[in-house]
């Protein structure tokens, strides 16, 4: 892993250095993340649950600088991007979901003066130094998609499409309300 990702570091050097942070991790060097992929695969038989999910590549780029409108503000521009194996919650089997996810933030401490700013959000620190890692997995853990889902209902399961056949032969019990209640006015 990338010892830049790893060392805790003024927001402000980052900054002053423009430091470009640009590789590749896996999956189980991000512990947070992979333990919400793991207690999400956890509900998989033993025999369904995708083999190596830990070995999932995590393509990061983070750009360190100061935001145009302040040069006194620590910022932050990137792009993350991970492919990980999912349970569908429509069909409950194991599936892939792409996640990717942009990083626009002004890196401020927690009782820094309020800063508004359209391009970017505000991203408080609860110390005064960061660890670049640190961001980018709470970042990506923001950006998983719920639910996780196949990109389309015909790549799930016989649960899903089951459900489908009895979702659609169910009667609508309200379909003829409106027009009683027009009769009955």
Known sequence: MASQLLEPVLPQQLAEWRQVIDCKVELRDLSRLA??????LAVLP???????WRRASVG?????GFARFAESVPALDGEL???????????????RVQVNTTLRYLLLPADAEAIECEDYEVWELTDK??????????????AMPFPALHKSESKCGPLAQEFSTVATETAHPFAGLRAQLDESK
Not at 35 to 40: L, N, R
Not at 46 to 52: C, I, L, S, V
Not at 129 to 142: G, K, N, Q, S, T
């Open 35 to 40: 333990e919400i992929v793991q207690a999400d």
């Open 46 to 52: 033993a025999g369904d649950r995708p083999a190596n």
């Open 60 to 64: 990061i780029r983070l750009e360190f």
């Open 81 to 95: 991007s991970v492919t990980l194996d999912a349970v569908c919650q429509r069909c409950l089997e194991a599936c």
């Open 129 to 142: 130094l960061v660890r670049p890692l640190d961001i980018v997995e709470e970042a990506l853990v923001m």
